[in-house]
């Protein structure tokens, strides 16, 4: 979502001249969008914001200025410390009102910074959307792109800041989120992944032809309807979305997977852990059981789905029972890949006050464990698929000359010797190796040139 977030501030600051470059050393302005879910990514901020200062005060001396933002979740949850270590900052903006970047650069351009910032702070949660106020002639974001339809969380998992951070749940209209998606396509993407915090809360206004002409007819659609309505939208080969929480699967999402071609097989569903003693601390509100059973329905909706998931190891009062339940778990499910971290308290949340809080050596004994298993995992999906057929999204070139990289109905990258003639294409791809962390193959016959383009087959590329 901090993709997606960045693309709309160079949106919104556009109109004032302002353009993205590739060197912080050069620019008129550098805005640092930030996380805050754990620690480690707080602590670079100020690491980077240090660096940052010797940068600003260098194009000083030279007679030029730079504006210093910090937008994103540490903002919103640190904004007055952010300003109180490091005064050169102009702005600090939380996730919620990047809508006024351009009336606070206004501000601080105005002003006389020098070597201290301006120190403009804006972090209320705002009454208004921001996705009211935003362009909405979105820049191209390529062959795929992302696209937020939710934000926010009520679920209020006791270790997790983002309620804090980001606010409750908000959808965005079906109608917004359609006509964004349409401007996408046609700026050439070919797979859009809807983005959430909580993505299948996601409730929002249904069209107002739909509820005009049905008196009975629901005025909000949930995930499911939502991603049948784009699967319409001619150009529009791949869905996907992330991330999910497992009390939101409801029947309707379920059935897109088995009904809608261009929804990928391939599902982010974090469980944290396999413990039903840690679950009730975590407050997810689901036992170990309950993600079996959903995870039994998905695969009896589309026997080829594929599952990702997130696991914290050493949160407070976990023992090696509980521990090895997570094992359990991850060895029952099979997934093909996942995202494993050590518990980190976030400060405000009710995990970071609870008693038995784990050393950090067990923490770190614990983790590489888990993670040691989920490689072995992810290492035998990715052989499995050896000598398969995948459709691949043929997305960028590689590292070397006559190489393209895609993305398989799983999500993994896939390098495949093809002609940039290829790029934006879904190739059929024979997959010949596999790494732990990707797919190597080669181009089958039948080549799928994306809509509006003609038929690309393999001797009309070589020619």
């Known amino acids: 979502m901090n993709v997606y977030d960045s693309a709309r501030m160079a949106d919104v600051l556009a109109p004032l001249g302002y353009g993205p470059i590739d060197r912080a050393d050069g620019a008129d302005m550098v805005i640092l969008n930030t ?37 994103g979740c540490v903002a919103q949850a640190e904004g007055e410390e952010i300003i109180r270590r490091a005064p050169h900052v102009d702005v600090v903006l939380g996730p919620q009102t990047y809508h006024r970047l351009p009336e606070m650069v206004a501000r601080a351009c105005r002003a006389v910074a020098h070597e201290r910032g301006v120190g403009i702070l804006d972090t209320e949660f705002p009454v208004e959307s921001k996705f009211d106020h ?29 309620p804090y951070t980001r606010g409750a749940e908000f959808s965005r209209s079906v109608d917004d989120v359609a006509s964004e998606a349409r401007r996408l396509v046609e700026a050439g993407a070919r797979e859009i992944t809807l983005l959430g915090q909580n993505v299948n809360a996601y409730h929002g206004t249904a069209p107002s032809v739909s509820v005009s002409t049905a008196g009975s007819a629901p005025t909000e659609w949930g995930l499911g309807r939502l991603i049948r309505h784009l699967a319409e939208i001619a150009g529009l080969q791949r869905i996907r979305y992330t991330t999910s929480h497992p009390r939101d699967m409801d029947d309707e999402l379920i059935e897109a997977h088995a009904t809608v071609p261009s929804l990928m097989p391939y599902l982010h569903l974090p469980v944290q852990s396999g413990s039903d003693r840690v679950l009730a601390a975590m407050n997810r509100q689901h036992t170990a059981d309950d993600y079996r059973r959903l995870v039994d329905r998905l695969r009896r909706a589309r026997g080829d789905i594929a599952l990702s998931s997130d696991f914290i190891a050493g949160h407070p009062g976990e023992d090696e029972s509980d521990f090895e339940a997570t094992l359990r778990l991850i060895d029952d499910i099979g997934y093909a890949q996942a995202y494993s971290f050590k518990y980190s308290p976030r400060p405000g949340t009710p995990a970071a006050a609870m008693p038995h809080q784990i050393p950090e050596p067990v923490k770190s004994e614990r983790l590489d ?25 043929l997305e960028r070139s590689g590292r070397h000359i006559g190489q393209l990289v895609g993305r398989s109905p799983y999500l993994q990258p896939v390098q495949v010797a093809a002609e940039p003639a290829f790029l934006g294409c879904i190739a059929e791809v024979e997959i010949r190796a596999a790494w732990p962390n990707g797919l190597m193959g080669c181009l089958a016959v039948d080549v799928t040139r994306t809509p509006g383009s003609p038929a690309l087959g393999l001797s009309e590329a070589r020619a």
């Open 35 to 71: 996380c805050h879910i754990r620690e480690k990514a707080s602590e670079k901020v100020f690491t980077e914001l240090g660096r940052l200062r010797a940068t600003k005060r260098a194009r000083q001396a030279a007679g030029a200025d730079m504006i210093i933002a910090v937008a």
């Open 134 to 162: 935003l362009p909405d002639a979105a820049a191209p974001q390529g062959i795929t792109a992302f696209l937020t339809v939710q934000e926010g969380c009520d679920k209020f998992c006791t270790f997790c800041v983002v």
């Open 369 to 393: 464990r888990l993670q040691a298993l989920l490689r072995t995992h992810q290492d035998r999906f990715n052989h499995a698929c050896i000598g398969r057929t995948l459709p691949v999204l």
